[in-house]
């Protein structure tokens, strides 16, 4: 007998999506997709899951969707150019939790509204370790009663979930976080520059700043499990700091805001990229870039 019961199709199996479904799919009937057959296939049999092969063949038991893909220019493939949207069925709920540009989510989530389908951005802060143990922080935008629903399909996956506004707010808060981490990325390997050059060893210059007012997430876990020790393994791509620090840049230009630190990490990135010229840096790399600049070295390892 075909299994008729409520399902949610979950889309995109990257670094942080495999172990997002891992503590999802014992909640809920679960269906995966990737671009990566091989992948979805892996993920699925690890998982008892189901895989769909075929976006076009949407099963009526789908209800919700999920996407975990890399940006906007993928959401609107899978939504609108290989047509999911229009076959979600109407009473359905569309979860984008990846880092999408605000202006394109509300255009997505009036359409999805048009066709009786409610729309939420919950795209998620805290990299990979904390995708495997479920306790990401979610940044949700919608309207109300699409939050309210969205909640339970997100709850196994964080442990923060924040409602942030309407439509495009969340994607929106995710940049701006995400613009304020590579600062403080930044900030800090300029101090220890300086403090490397001046004879003080960026080990202790670190305590100093964990211990004062100068600490932050960066210097509490980035430079003393990633960028200290030299391997700079945090999981999280250099390229993909660069797409929200643009989407950051996009948002101050709209909102005709006086950002120039913003301007000022955005090159910095940029000039990182292009300094080292190699695919799949990790976003860690940016403080070596400065390392590098400077003559100096933070490692310890």
Known sequence: MTDTSPATLFIGLG????????????????????????TAGRVAADNHIEVLADLGELPDCVDVVILMLPNTDVVEKVLLGEGL???MPSGGLIIDMGSSEPASTRALAARADELGID?????????????????????????????????????????????????????????????????????AAEILSIAVDFGVPPTVMIEVLNASTGRSQATE?????????????SRFALDLMLKDL??????????????PILSTVLQSVEQAQSFYGVPGLDHTELARYYADKNHVSFQTG
């Open 15 to 38: 670094m942080m999506g495999e172990p997002m479904v891992r503590r999802y799919a014992p909640t809920r009937r679960t269906l995966v997709s990737d671009k990566s057959a091989e």
């Open 85 to 87: 949207l229009s076959r």
């Open 119 to 187: 729309f939420v951005d919950a795209p998620v802060s805290g990299g990979v370790a904390k995708a495997e143990d479920g306790t990401l922080a979610i940044m949700m935008g919608g309207s109300v009663p699409a939050m309210n629903r969205a909640k339970a399909h997100v709850a196994p996956l964080g442990s923060r979930v924040l409602e942030v506004g309407a439509a495009g707010s969340g994607h929106a808060a995710k940049a701006l976080n995400n613009w304020l981490s590579a600062a403080n990325i930044a900030a």
């Open 221 to 233: 876990v980035k430079y003393p499990k990633h960028i200290l020790p030299g391997s700079y393994d």
């Open 246 to 259: 643009r989407i950051g840049s996009g948002l101050a230009e709209q909102c005709d805001a006086y950002a």
